[in-house]
């Protein structure tokens, strides 16, 4: 299973997501490759915020091994769900696809907790140390969805 976790700049919530369903998966021993991406290139290289890094940390997960980087045209391809965090990362990618098959792939992530409601993980850039918490639970919840939805 290959899953891509993409918001705006990759550097607060699909860091998050990326750092909990990789976590998730390599103690179950999946195999799965998981990765993350932002619509914009504004962070690339960069870590992940120092408030993503501290959150996961306290959870006792490491993100550090991240670097923040654009979405790619070849992303499309490569990834069998690209999972998104709210209603413009939803347009920005299904943009770059090139078939229905691509659009299919595209999906909001909070749908796996409560389907069809397009529910937005709110961005917590710029905000407190309790914003990323509370996007940590959301997304904690989605992954623990994902792993039991995609698990083989």
Aim: hydrophobic letters at 35%; one cysteine or more; glycine letters at 6%.
């Amino acid at each position: 299973m290959k899953v891509l976790m993409v918001c705006l700049g990759n550097i607060c919530r699909s860091p998050i997501a990326h750092g909990l369903l990789q976590h998730k998966a390599d103690k179950l021993g999946l195999g799965w490759e998981v990765d993350s991406a932002g619509t914009s290139d504004w962070h690339e290289g960069e870590l992940p915020h120092e408030r993503s890094i501290k959150v996961m940390k306290s959870f006792g997960i490491d993100i550090t091994y991240q670097r923040s980087r654009p979405l790619r045209r070849k992303d499309m391809e490569h990834y069998d769900v690209i999972y998104v965090m709210d209603a413009t990362n939803y347009q920005n990618v299904t943009d770059m696809a090139k078939s229905e098959a691509e659009i299919a792939k595209v999906k909001y992530i909070m749908n796996e907790v409560e389907p069809e409601q397009n529910q937005p993980v709110p961005d917590p850039w710029g905000l407190t140390e309790q914003h990323y918490i509370d996007v940590y639970r959301m997304l904690d919840e989605a992954t623990d969805k994902v792993i039991e939805k995609y698990r083989k």
